[in-house]
């Protein structure tokens, strides 16, 4: 696969199949990504993988917090800034309607877009889940870092025949994840993500969130 399709046919998916993921692919992929470049080449990820009966315990357990109605654990850092401007927001809201409207979700209906998102705490049926750490003494240049990195795994897993989202959304419950990966001393989660085969039947399917065009984004200045 070149690298314009990996880029191009990776994206958020939000529907899995069961069908399981080798631990020699996943490995495959993990030590190809260490070739991500970071800052001084710090290498700021430290790289938790969960399968089989770690993710399924951590799955209840997050399952039982969210039936006791409990919101979430103090956020270590926040996912988006306060009062996000324009255009950011715009963008944001739209990505939200773009899904919904895919799945075929009233944006009035906040109880099934609650039930649709809590879906991220399944890993979307996954049964592969990947946390990224960082130590807590980093800065924003090593968190830019973390991004590299993850995005060389999402398109290493491309090439692969397999399907990932990225999941900020596990930060929430970062005590749970804690429990369960056990990290290193001194670490705090920034992300998690979904691993693993992508179920074609999915409402979602196939759906591609816009992006604002180049003009947006990009000036060249000759
Ligand atoms: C760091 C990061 C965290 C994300 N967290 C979540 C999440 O918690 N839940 C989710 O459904 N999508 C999550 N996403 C996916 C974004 O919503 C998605 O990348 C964006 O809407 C663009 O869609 P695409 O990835 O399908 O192109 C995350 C993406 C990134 C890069």
Known sequence: MNVYDAVRSRRSVR?????PVDRAVLERVLDAATRAPSGGNVQPWHTYVVSGASRD?????????????????????????????????????????????ALGI??????????????NWEFFGAPVGLFCYVDRDMGSAQWADLGMYLQTIMLLLR?????????????????????????????MLFCGMAIGYADTDAAD????????????????LD
């Open 15 to 19: 529907q899995f199949t069961h069908r």
């Open 57 to 101: 315990r951590l799955v209840e357990k997050v399952a039982a917090r969210l039936a006791a109605g409990d919101a979430g654990d103090v956020p270590q850092y926040p996912i988006y800034p306060e009062g996000l401007k324009s255009p950011y927001r715009e963008r944001r809201f739209a990505a939200g309607e773009q899904l919904y409207a």
């Open 106 to 119: 009233a944006r009035e209906d906040r109880g099934a877009r609650r039930n649709r998102f809590s879906r």
């Open 159 to 187: 090439a692969e025949g397999l399907a990932s989202c990225a999941q900020e959304a596990w930060s929430v419950y970062h005590e749970t994840v804690d429990e369960t990966v056990q990290p290193s001393d001194g670490l």
């Open 205 to 220: 399917s196939g759906l591609i969130i816009d992006r604002a065009p180049l003009a947006e984004t990009v000036r060249f």
